[in-house]
């Protein structure tokens, strides 16, 4: 399946979604991102699917959002058309999206990367946010994800500063979840993504909603949401399926019911 800027598969249970505009960099034009979010989306409904996998090339996962195109753009033209407001229906996707991220991750490179769960990358990545050299700022929720993931210091220090993070650094603040070499990120991808799909769906969606809920809320509102969501195992066949496997000392056989 191949749309105009994507290029999309499945691999079992795995849905991949491939940025394709290599002579860009990848770099994010409106279209593509609305192909992005369309495809997140379908394999959010699709049954078969269980994990989402999204890569670039070796090159570039992207260099950001596509300036050109920017270029045109007015106050009002942002305005009225709110480019930025499609991204939000990322956050909304309840299975396990992992980015597996070689070359440059920049700008709104940087931002769709930080709106998958986990993040793999090559020792060579680069992550950063180059917008104030351009005299603009992030605008698809860099400020807000960075500053969650390594505090408002250093969030300050690298978004003012707009320089290029190592994945090394990127993974020692937390931002990223594994480091690997360049030629293992897609194999490391696929063998997390591979392990997720042996793990309960139903577990899996309500976790992560209880995780990004402890961003957001209240300790005690948050614990609220976790008991309830563990509660809702219980109505799944899975949670049978998983309590019985150890009593029986077999591994578990997750159907996501
Ligand atoms: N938008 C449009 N085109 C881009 C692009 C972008 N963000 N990034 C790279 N390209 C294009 C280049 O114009 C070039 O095209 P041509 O061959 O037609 O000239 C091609 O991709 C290859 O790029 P370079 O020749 O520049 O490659 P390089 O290896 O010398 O440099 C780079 C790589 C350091 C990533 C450099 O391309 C660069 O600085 N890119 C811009 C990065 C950036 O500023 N990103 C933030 C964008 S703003 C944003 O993202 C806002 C937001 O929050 C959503």
């Known amino acids: 399946m191949s749309k105009t800027y994507i290029n ?3 691999e079992g249970p795995i849905g991949i979604i491939q940025l394709n505009r290599p002579n860009a960099l990848n770099a994010l034009n409106r279209l593509m991102v609305d ?3 369309e495809q997140l989306e379908e394999f959010n409904r699709d049954d078969q699917i269980r994990v989402i996998l999204l890569k670039g090339n070796h090159r570039a996962f992207a260099a950001g959002a596509d300036i050109e195109e ?5 106050p009002l033209t942002l305005e009225m058309t709110d480019p930025f407001a499609v991204w939000d229906r990322i956050s909304l996707i309840k299975k396990p999206i992992i980015a597996a991220v070689n070359g440059f991750a920049l700008g709104g490179g940087f931002e769709l990367a930080l709106h998958c769960d986990l993040i ?3 020792e060579d990545a680069k992550f950063g946010f180059p917008e104030v050299k351009l005299g603009v700022m992030p605008g698809a929720g860099g400020t807000q994800f960075l500053t969650k993931a390594m505090g408002r ?3 300050l220090e690298w978004i003012w500063l707009g320089e290029s993070m190592s994945a090394k650094e990127a ?3 937390g931002v990223i979840n594994r480091v690997v070499a360049p030629e293992l990120v897609e194999e490391e991808a696929m063998r997390l993504a591979n392990q997720l799909t042996k793990q309960a769906p139903i ?3 309500l976790i ?3 995780v990004y809920a402890a961003e957001d809320l209240p300790l005690l509102e948050g614990k609220k949401l976790e008991r309830k969501n563990f509660y809702v195992t219980f109505a799944s066949e899975d949670q049978n399926e998983g309590m019985q496997a150890f009593k029986e000392k077999r591994p578990p056989s997750f159907k996501g019911v």
Do not use: G, Q
Not at 70 to 74: K, P
């Open 171 to 173: 993974a020692h603040y």
């Open 153 to 155: 210091r250093k969030a």
């Open 8 to 10: 999309v598969l499945k």
């Open 120 to 122: 793999i990358a090559a």
């Open 35 to 37: 192909e992005i979010v």
């Open 70 to 74: 920017m270029m045109e753009d007015t």
């Open 208 to 210: 992560k909603e209880a």
């Open 203 to 205: 577990s899996l969606r």
